[in-house]
């Protein structure tokens, strides 16, 4: 008789197949509407229902019979009915009972975090807008320019506005005669700020905006002159640069001729002396650490970054809605970079996988999400005895468990770094 497959350990995220069982599952549940899916991630078991299985862990005392945490996934969807209005929805569905836990529309005030079709849809509502070409028409941008457009999350309604989900696109020259898809157009802000209605997919107005600098005053239309014959290039892209990267540099290379110092099992688990952790991840927080012990003693039931937003800080309208909630409204783990260049990590490296969710469901894996690796941070300490001459010096190794996201513009690093 064949053995029963043991279960995975509570914190590993769900596999492509466990996904697309809660996908199927509710696919069944809403027969005679149209699914849009967002996200399908673990959803994490109670720290009361986790903690007593995690102990006997530590302890060594697992058995095939000891009790587990319900395996559960959250999905995150919305739901197009007859009328054609989306309305978002999350349901948590147990896995290996294959049942429907609990299912929920979320109304307002909350919204939705933003997909990448939402932003194809705003970068597509932009393009065939009469009210922004003719808009943009004023500002007389030279031919050897094109408009590039920058999805934002619109953040919550003025006093005066209704709910709704709406998008607001930041806008761009882009100097098509530099002949590199890879120009860095940021350097040729534009003043205006299309607005997208999300149910039907319009642009409903245009913001316009100052254009910074002393001249400008505080408000829109103070600035004199053509908008573009203020701007200069700012590039990054090696080829781009005047004179090319700098040549004073030689090579340094970080060798581990005996492999790494640290051990990883069950695609998980970390130990590395005496630190023990487990590293898992989701679309919104990234990478999540578990369990994390010192020499066996607790230091960490769990650690994570929850959100990150930045306030831009200028009370100018429309400027008072550029200020995402980079983890809330973007995601984190959607956002993730793949790590696989050899630059990010160095050394020897070992490299997490995670998932991401298409639209219709389909569960695929994004590569290299993560990277674990150790580095060398200078000299911890050193004492040398004046008596005998002796000296005595240790190195400072740390090891880093590390992620990247690109949020428009802007790259975070994040880093955990156990030493």
């Not at 932003?119 to 028409?137: C, Y």
């Not at 802000?189 to 913001?207: F, G, N, Q, S």
């Not at 639209?359 to 674990?372: A, H, K, W």
């Amino acid at each position: 008789m064949p053995q029963s497959k043991t279960p995975p350990h509570p914190l590993i995220p769900l596999s492509i197949e466990e996904s697309h069982r809660a996908r199927d599952i509710v696919l069944g549940s809403h027969k005679s509407s149209i699914i849009d899916f967002r996200a399908i991630s673990l959803e994490e078991p109670p720290k009361a229902e986790l903690q007593p299985f995690l102990d006997l862990e530590s302890d060594g005392k697992l058995q095939p019979s000891t009790p587990r945490p319900a395996r559960l996934a959250r999905v995150t969807y919305d739901v197009i009915g007859r009328d054609k209005i989306a309305k978002y929805c999350e349901s948590l569905i147990d896995i290996q009972k294959g049942t429907i836990v609990s299912q929920s529309v979320v109304e307002k005030p909350a919204h939705a975090a933003l997909t990448w079709k939402e932003f194809d849809d705003v970068a597509a509502a932009v393009a065939a807008s009469s009210l922004f070409k003719e808009e943009i028409a004023k500002l007389n941008i030279p031919d050897k320019y094109e408009v590039v457009v920058e999805p934002w999350p619109y953040g919550g309604p003025d006093e005066d506005e209704e709910w709704r989900r709406t998008f607001q696109a930041l806008c761009f020259a882009n100097d098509t005669t530099i002949g590199n898809a890879d120009s860095n157009f940021y350097a040729y802000p534009l003043p205006l700020i299309p607005i997208m209605d999300a149910r039907t997919r319009e642009i409903i107005r245009i913001d316009h905006l100052a254009t910074g600098g002393e001249e400008d005053g505080l408000n829109h239309g103070t600035s004199t002159g053509n908008i573009m014959d203020r701007y200069q290039p700012a590039e990054y892209v090696p080829e781009l640069l005047p004179g090319g990267l700098r040549k004073d540099l030689k090579q340094l290379n970080v060798v581990q001729p005996d492999g790494p110092s640290f051990k990883v099992t069950d695609e998980s688990l970390i130990e590395w002396q005496k630190w023990r952790f487990r590293v898992g991840f989701n679309y919104r927080e990234g990478a999540t650490l578990h369990d994390i012990k010192y020499d066996g003693r607790s230091v960490m039931y769990r650690l994570s970054v929850s959100e990150m937003t930045v306030p831009y800080a200028d009370p100018r309208a429309p400027f008072q809605r550029k200020q995402a909630f980079d983890f809330g409204d973007g995601g984190a783990g959607i956002c993730a970079n793949n790590l696989q260049l050899g630059c990010d990590c160095l050394g020897h490296i070992k490299y997490f996988d995670t998932v991401k969710t298409a639209g219709d469901g389909t569960i695929t894996i994004s590569p290299n999400v993560v990277c674990l690796h150790e580095q060398d941070n200078g000299i911890a300490w050193k004492h040398s005895n004046w008596r005998t001459g002796r000296a005595v010096v240790t190195r400072h190794r740390e090891l880093v468990i590390q992620f990247i996201i690109t949020l428009a513009n802007y790259e975070y690093i994040f880093a955990y770094k156990f030493d």
